[in-house]
C-alpha cells in the first residue's frame, strides 16, 4: 500500500508537470463555456432583433381583450394603430421599412376566415405564426357573431385535443399534479444524478490515460527497474490510484470554473439540489465504475506496446465504457422495462446504466440498487485479480503485443 | 568473507522447454561474480528469477542478510537488460523517485544523485528533460538509479551492452570502487575480455547450464591450457605425433598446438625436433574468449581441454 502510494504520488506529480495536460485541464472547462455560451448569445441576438414590429388596427376589439390576457413579454413589440390603413398605403409604407408587419382586423376578416399579415421583405414566413395568438379570440368572436353566448363560444373555439393515458401515466399525474413542481422535482433528481455522471465520465477519461501510462511503461522499459522495488501490482495499484486522483483533479477545476458561471447565468438552486444524502451513493456508483475500467485499462495497456498496432481486440475493449449509450434508448423510454435492468446487473454497463435510471425513477428501486452494487463490488474484485495477473506478465513482454489467446492463457495462471 | 546471495539449484520451463536447469552459485560481500554465456544462455532468466521478476519452477534464492521470505528489495540495485526511463521528465525527478521507492532518504538520494552526475560526466544534467539525453546518457543515469541507494547487492545485467569504450572504462572503475566498499556484485556479461579485467570470479552458463564456475584465476589454471603458435611451414602429421599435442590447428604458416592440461612447458620445449621451422614461437593459454567463442559456436574444445562437457 506504501509502495502504490509513492507510485500514485509519481504519476500525479509527473501528469501536473506536463504541459499538456495542464492545458487540457483548464481548456476542456473553458470550451464547455465557450460552446455553452454560443447559443445563448445567439439567441440573445435574436431576441433582440427577430421580434417584428406588429402594426395591428383592431375594429373587433380582439386585441384590446386578449392583450390583458397575455403577459407582457409576449405583447410588448405588438403595438395598436388608430387609423385603417388600405393594402396599398401599407405596401407602401413596408417597403421602406424593416422588420415590421401590419395585421389589418376588419369586420371581413371574420367574414372570410382569413387574416391578411403584411410583413417586410426582410421577415422570415415563419413570423406568420406570431400572429397564431390571435386564432382562439378571433374564432370564439365569430362564434359569438353567430349567437353563441360568450361562454359557449370560448368552449367551441378552444377545440377538443387528445391526449394518451396509460395506468402508469395515470399514477404519474396523480403524484404530480402541479406541472411546475414536477419539473422542480425531475431537477433535484437530476442534478446530483449529472454531477455523478461528469465524475465518472472526467475519471474515465483521466482512466483511458492509465491505458497509455502502462503501455509507455512497457514501451521505454522502465518496468523492470521499477519492479526491482516493488511488485507488479503494488505497480498497477498505484497507477489506478494515480490516475483517480488525477481524475478528481480535473472534475474539481470543471467545478470551479463551470458552477460558478451556471448559478449565474442558469436560474437554478444547485448547490441545494447538489448536496442531498443520495449524492454520496451516486459518487459511490462513479467511483465504482472508474475502478472497474481502470483495471480493464491498465490491464490492456500492459499488452500493448504501440498504440498504432492495436489490435481489434484491444480497440473493442477500449470501447467498453461507451456500452451504457446502447441502452440509453430503451432506459429513457421505460426506466423499469427489461432492458433497463439487465443493463443495471451488468457489470460493464451497471454504473452508467444505474446513474441514468436513477435520475429517470421518482422511487429509487433499492433492492435493485443493492445487488447491482453487490455485483458491481465483486466484478471490480474479480477484474482486479485479472488485471493483475495480466499486467504482472504483459508488463515484461518486450517486442510485441499479446494475442488475446496468450492473454488468455495468462489468465489460467 | 560472508556470503549475500545464494542461488541453488534454479530450473526454468516455458511450455516444454528448458530455460534453465540445475543453476548453483553465490554470491560474496565485496566481490565481483560475472554470469557469462552467449546470447540466449539463461543468464536474463537466471537474474530474473533472483529478481522475482520470474518465478523459477524449482530451486531456491536467498538473501543471508534477511531473514523474511521477501526479497529485500530495498537492498538490491538492478539494472535490467531491458532499460530505460520515462521520456518527459527530469533526470533529478526520475532519480529521486527510484530511490523513494527503495526507501533512501531524498536529502541524501539527491546530494549523491549529484554526485554522480559530476562522475559521470554529466554535471549540470540534473534538470534535463531525459528525451534530451543521448543513449550512452541514459545508460549512465540507469546506472545511477540502481546504485543511488547505497545497495548491499548490485545486479547488473549485461551493464557494458552499448557503451562506447571510454564509457566502459568508467563504468568498469566505477564497479570496481563499489566492491571495494563492500557491494556485492553480481553481473552478465558475453564480453569475455571485460569480464577477465574485471571480475574475482565466473560462472559460465550454455542453453541453460552450467559449463564452468570458479575464480578467474582457477578457471584459467584449469581450463585454459598451454597453446604453443608457431611461424612457419611444418608438416601436420609431424607436429600431431609429438608428446602431449592434443589437437592441431594450421591456418597458412601459422600452427597452433593444442597441449595437454598437466604439460610441463620446459620440458615440452625440450623435445622440440631439431629440424623443426621457427619464424617465431609463441607459448601462452587459450584465452577465457576463446574457450566462450568455442562453446558459443559448439566446438568441443572443452573436451579435449580434459573437461567432460554436457552442454550437449
Known amino acids: 500500500m506504501r509502495n502504490s502510494m509513492k507510485v500514485a504520488k509519481w504519476e500525479y506529480k509527473r501528469n501536473m508537470k506536463n504541459k499538456s495536460f495542464i492545458i487540457s485541464l483548464f481548456l476542456t472547462p473553458l470550451l464547455f463555456l465557450v460552446f455553452f455560451n454560443l447559443p445563448l448569445l445567439f439567441d440573445n441576438d435574436e431576441a433582440e432583433e427577430a421580434g417584428p414590429q406588429i402594426h395591428i388596427y383592431d375594429e373587433l376589439g380582439v386585441w384590446s381583450e386578449l392583450k390583458n390576457q397575455l403577459p407582457e413579454e409576449q405583447t410588448e413589440n405588438w403595438q395598436e394603430i388608430d387609423a385603417f390603413k388600405s393594402e396599398e398605403e401599407i405596401i407602401q409604407e413596408l417597403e421602406n421599412e424593416e422588420n415590421t408587419a401590419y395585421i389589418m382586423l376588419t369586420e371581413d376578416v371574420l367574414k372570410s376566415g382569413s387574416v391578411h399579415v403584411y410583413m417586410s421583405k426582410d421577415l422570415n414566413e415563419n413570423a406568420v405564426f406570431q400572429a397564431n395568438i390571435l386564432e382562439h379570440p378571433l374564432l370564439a368572436q365569430k362564434l359569438a357573431d353567430m349567437g353563441l353566448t360568450s361562454e359557449q363560444a370560448q368552449i367551441a373555439a378552444s377545440g377538443i385535443t387528445f391526449e394518451p393515458v396509460t395506468p402508469e401515466s395515470a399514477s404519474q399525474t396523480q403524484a404530480s399534479e402541479n406541472e411546475g413542481q414536477s419539473q422542480e422535482e425531475l431537477l433535484e433528481r437530476v442534478v446530483p444524478v449529472a454531477f455523478a455522471g461528469v465524475i465518472l465520465f472526467s475519471i474515465l477519461i483521466t482512466g483511458m490515460m492509465i491505458f497509455q501510462s502502462a503501455s509507455q511503461e512497457k514501451k521505454e522499459k522502465v518496468a523492470e527497474i521499477v519492479l526491482s522495488s516493488l511488485t507488479p501490482e503494488e505497480l498497477m495499484q498505484g497507477k489506478i490510484y494515480g490516475y483517480f486522483a488525477l481524475g478528481i483533479t480535473q472534475v474539481a477545476a470543471w467545478m470551479v470554473l463551470i458552477l460558478p458561471f451556471l448559478a449565474w447565468r442558469v436560474d437554478i438552486p444547485f448547490l441545494e439540489y447538489l448536496l442531498v444524502p443520495e449524492l454520496f451513493l451516486l459518487i459511490f456508483i462513479a467511483i465504482a465504475g472508474y475502478l472497474l475500467f481502470a483495471s480493464i485499462f491498465v490491464s490492456i495497456g500492459a499488452t500493448v506496446e504501440d498504440m498504432n498496432s492495436t489490435s481489434n481486440f484491444q480497440g473493442m475493449l477500449f470501447m467498453l465504457p461507451f456500452l451504457p449509450a446502447i441502452f440509453i434508448g430503451p432506459i429513457m423510454s421505460d426506466p423499469s422495462g427489461i432492458i433497463a435492468q439487465v443493463g443495471t446487473y451488468f457489470p460493464i454497463t451497471t454504473p452508467g446504466v444505474l446513474l441514468v435510471r436513477l435520475a429517470m425513477l421518482e422511487e429509487w428501486p433499492w433492492i435493485e440498487i443493492i445487488i447491482a452494487i453487490a455485483i458491481l463490488i465483486v466484478s471490480i474484485w474479480v477484474f482486479m485479480k485479472l488485471a493483475g495477473k495480466i499486467f504482472k506478465t504483459g508488463i515484461l513482454m518486450y517486442g510485441k503485443d499479446a494475442t488475446p489467446k496468450e492473454i488468455w492463457k495468462w489468465i489460467r495462471q | ?312
Not at chain 2, 599435442?245 to 595437454?260: H, K
Open chain 2, 1 to 312: 568473507m560472508e556470503t549475500v546471495l545464494t542461488v541453488d539449484r534454479l530450473g526454468k520451463s516455458f511450455k516444454d522447454t528448458r530455460i534453465i536447469r540445475d543453476i548453483s552459485f553465490h554470491v560474496k560481500k565485496g566481490e565481483i561474480m560475472a554470469i557469462l554465456g552467449p546470447n540466449g544462455a539463461g543468464k536474463t532468466t537466471t537474474i530474473r528469477s533472483i529478481m522475482g521478476i520470474m518465478y523459477p519452477d524449482e530451486g531456491s534464492v536467498e538473501f543471508h542478510n534477511h531473514t523474511s521470505k521477501e526479497i529485500p528489495r530495498h537492498k538490491i540495485g538492478y539494472l535490467p537488460e531491458e532499460r530505460g526511463l520515462y521520456k518527459n521528465v527530469k533526470v533529478m525527478d526520475i532519480l529521486l523517485y527510484f530511490a523513494e521507492l527503495k526507501d533512501y532518504p531524498l536529502k541524501k538520494a539527491k546530494q549523491r544523485a549529484l554526485e554522480y552526475l559530476k562522475k559521470f560526466g554529466l554535471e549540470g544534467k540534473d534538470q534535463v528533460s531525459i528525451e534530451e539525453l543521448s543513449k550512452g546518457m541514459g545508460q549512465k543515469v540507469q546506472f545511477i538509479a540502481s546504485i543511488i541507494h547505497e545497495p548491499e547487492l548490485l545486479i547488473l545485467d549485461e551493464p557494458f551492452s552499448g557503451l562506447d569504450p571510454v564509457s566502459q572504462e568508467v563504468f568498469k572503475d566505477e564497479i570496481k570502487e563499489l566492491a571495494q566498499n563492500g557491494t556485492a556484485i553480481l553481473l552478465s556479461s558475453h564480453q569475455m575480455n571485460l569480464v577477465e579485467q574485471l571480475c574475482d570470479r565466473l560462472f559460465l552458463i550454455h542453453r541453460g547450464q552450467k559449463i564452468i564456475y570458479g575464480t578467474i584465476d582457477e578457471v584459467k589454471k584449469e581450463y585454459a591450457n598451454f597453446k604453443c603458435t608457431i611461424l612457419g611451414s611444418h608438416n601436420r602429421e609431424e607436429l600431431e605425433g609429438m608428446t602431449q599435442v592434443q589437437r592441431v590447428e594450421q591456418n597458412d604458416n601459422v600452427s597452433t598446438l593444442y597441449l595437454a592440461q598437466n604439460v610441463h612447458i620446459p620440458t615440452w620445449l625440450k623435445q622440440l625436433p631439431d629440424n623443426l621451422e621457427i619464424q617465431e614461437l609463441r607459448i601462452d593459454r587459450v584465452s577465457l574468449h576463446e574457450i566462450f567463442v568455442d562453446i558459443a559456436t559448439g566446438k568441443n574444445l572443452m573436451e579435449e581441454g580434459g573437461i567432460s562437457s554436457d552442454a550437449e
